[in-house]
């Protein structure tokens, strides 16, 4: 399966542009030793709609290396949209 870009709104408004509002991480750093999660919630809004979503990276480190993101999209009901792509 390909990997969605994610270039315009996530709602069917045809909005082109999204701009980012903030990101939160959980836990905001990390150990550096063994496997490790991080999940960071960017909350963007669309342009042109004006309405929000959240593109949510789940990362896994090991001794402090990215191994892997697996990225999904929330609504702003927090509802899971989908899978964008694992990078």
């Not at 490790?36 to 960017?42: G, H, N, Y």
């Not at 809004?45 to 990362?59: A, D, M, V």
Request: proline share 3%; aromatic share 6%; hydrophobic share 30%.
């Amino acid at each position: 399966m390909e990997p969605i870009p994610l270039k315009e709104c996530t709602y069917a408004c045809d909005g082109k542009e999204i701009t980012l509002i903030s990101v939160k991480k959980s836990p905001s750093n990390i150990k550096g030793h063994g496997l490790e999660k991080v999940t960071e919630d960017w909350l963007v809004k669309c342009s042109k709609c004006e309405r929000q979503f959240t593109i949510r990276c789940k990362i896994r480190y090991v001794d402090g290396e990215r191994i892997d993101t697996m990225v999904n999209l929330i609504d702003d009901r927090g509802n899971d949209l989908g899978w964008l792509g694992n990078y």
